[in-house]
């Protein structure tokens, strides 16, 4: 078999449920074995008063506590290791100064099983050696860029790392090479579908693309439909995140009906964000992950804070890897824009150390004609305000450099006059999304 359902890891992907859970069960215990050696994991579990005998299968793992985002900050940069230095072959940071970043190590190995698994997630989609794959996606610190790249070139696609940006390149990059298959940001397609047209390009006659991997940002059904419909393609939705190596958690097969989850790799748990409680199939919580497979830096009950349910039933394509639904937003207060995630402390605390700047500002989330924006509005200070316009324009500048430094968007500034953003009873509103039901998911399954 060859065709779309075809397996790329047949001993894995093909298991019966009761052979995947026993493996499951073995990684499991294997991981906490190991997890527990890290200074994190030591320090937690004894606070707990857990003692790791207690925890005697999978049927356990809600004895043991969360970990959070938190605790990666509190313990960055190397809190959670739990390998010798010299066997960590690569670091991704997350953006953000000290304070909010994070940081993830992997050793050779968890390279190796984070490429097999992105492998594995395109070949399911049908794409095969011979494919041409243009991966338009954030190299450098993202994972979205080296997590695709690693898994296109295993595959044995002709892989071409053009990363972000520069639209007028990427058109000349699929025309000279005959590019098959994408792995873009949804908010890109969109942009890159408005370029297109102006350039008086039709995708479905003058180029060849079948296969699109969307990711990064929540988005809905309707985007993808718009999107396929446009540039002649199958879109499949990617889901990741960087404490789990990257992309390659959960992706979509050909039958388009929600993410497979990689449960030889990851423990699944929907949880009430509220209560911690599991929540049944179906029902939409928040979602939490364990890693078994990971060797430099495990992590155990990771609340990732994205809301999402598990979808009911067994799927077409005869994998028994459970699935869950298009991810429907969060449960903290991130806001992903261009594929870039943003929490507005991370504005909060640029715009405090300039001195010019007043006490209050907000952010408003725009999309003008597909192409999003960041519109910070920043109260200055009296003294500020009676500078002249020159003066004030270098503040402008001044504030978009700080914060394009920290977020890596660049942001529109409006300077507004002391006291002129509107006052809210009670807690200051600091976001305000106004994309509306484009990008944002508008459909909470599949
Ligand atoms: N993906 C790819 N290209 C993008 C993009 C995105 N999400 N958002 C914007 N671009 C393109 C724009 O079309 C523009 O190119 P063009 O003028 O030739 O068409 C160029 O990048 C700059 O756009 P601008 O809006 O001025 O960008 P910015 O300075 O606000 O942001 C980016 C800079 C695009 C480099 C940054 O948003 C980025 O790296 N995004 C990708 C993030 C990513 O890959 N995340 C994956 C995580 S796994
Ligand atoms: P990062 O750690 O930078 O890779 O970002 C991970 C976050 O991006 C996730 O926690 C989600 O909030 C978001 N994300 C990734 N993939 C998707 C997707 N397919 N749909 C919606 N949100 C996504
Ligand atoms: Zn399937």
């Known amino acids: 078999m060859d065709g779309q359902n075809a397996y790329w890891d047949g001993e894995v992907e093909g298991l019966a449920r009761d052979a995947l859970e026993s493996l499951q069960e073995e990684r499991f215990m294997a991981t906490l074995r190991r997890a527990a050696a890290s200074p994190f994991y030591h320090e937690k579990l004894k606070a707990a008063g857990l003692d790791l005998r207690a925890i005697r299968g999978l049927q356990d793992i809600t004895k043991l506590p969360f970990t959070t985002k938190a605790d990666l900050r509190a313990y960055y940069p190397d809190g959670f ?71 296109g070139e295993l595959l044995g696609m002709l892989t071409i790392p053009s990363g972000p940006g520069n639209s007028k390149r990427q ?11 994408v792995h873009v940001i949804p908010s890109y397609a969109l942009r890159f579908m408005d370029f297109l047209m102006e350039q008086g390009v039709d995708p479905k006659k003058d180029l060849s693309l079948k296969i699109m991997y969307m990711g990064a940002e929540p988005y809905s059904e309707e985007v993808r439909r718009r999107v396929e419909a446009f540039y002649g393609v199958k879109a499949y939705n990617s889901y990741g995140l960087s404490e789990m190596n990257g992309p390659g958690v959960a992706f979509e097969c050909s039958a388009q009906q929600g993410m497979h989850l990689w449960e030889d790799a ?62 429907q937003g969060r449960s903290d207060d991130m806001f992903i824009i261009k594929g870039v995630n943003i929490f507005p402390i991370q504005v909060e605390q640029v715009l405090m150390a300039i001195p010019e700047v007043g006490a209050n500002y907000r952010i408003l989330l725009k999309r003008e004609r597909d192409v999003d924006e960041m519109v910070v509005q920043v109260e200055v200070t009296d003294r500020a305000f009676i500078e002249d316009m020159r003066h004030l324009n270098r503040l402008r500048e001044k504030i978009v450099h700080e914060l394009k430094n920290e977020l890596l968007v660049t942001p529109f500034v409006e300077l507004i006059e002391p006291n002129g953003l509107p006052k809210e009873e009670g807690k200051a509103v600091r976001l305000i999304d106004l994309r509306g039901g484009g990008v944002r998911a508008s459909t909470p399954f599949v």
């Open 171 to 181: 058109l000349q990059l699929m025309r000279d090479f005959g590019t098959t298959v």
């Open 81 to 151: 290791l739990c390998v010798p230095k010299e066997k960590l072959v690569r670091l991704h940071v997350s953006s953000g100064t000290t304070g909010q970043a994070t940081a993830v190590y992997y050793t050779k190995r968890d390279v190796d099983t984070w490429a097999h698994l992105m492998a594995r997630c395109m070949y399911m989609t049908g794409a095969r050696p011979g494919d041409v794959f243009q991966n338009m996606t954030g190299y450098g610190l993202f994972t979205g860029g080296l997590g695709f790249h690693y898994g």
């Open 266 to 327: 990851y423990i699944l748990e929907v949880v009430d964000p509220e209560t911690g409680e599991p929540v049944p199939d179906g029902v939409v919580g928040e979602l939490v992950l364990t890693t078994i497979h990971r060797e430099g830096m495990p992590l155990l009950r990771y609340r990732t804070k994205d809301l999402t349910s598990v979808v009911k039933g067994t799927c077409s394509c005869g994998r028994v890897h459970r699935r869950i639904a298009r991810i």
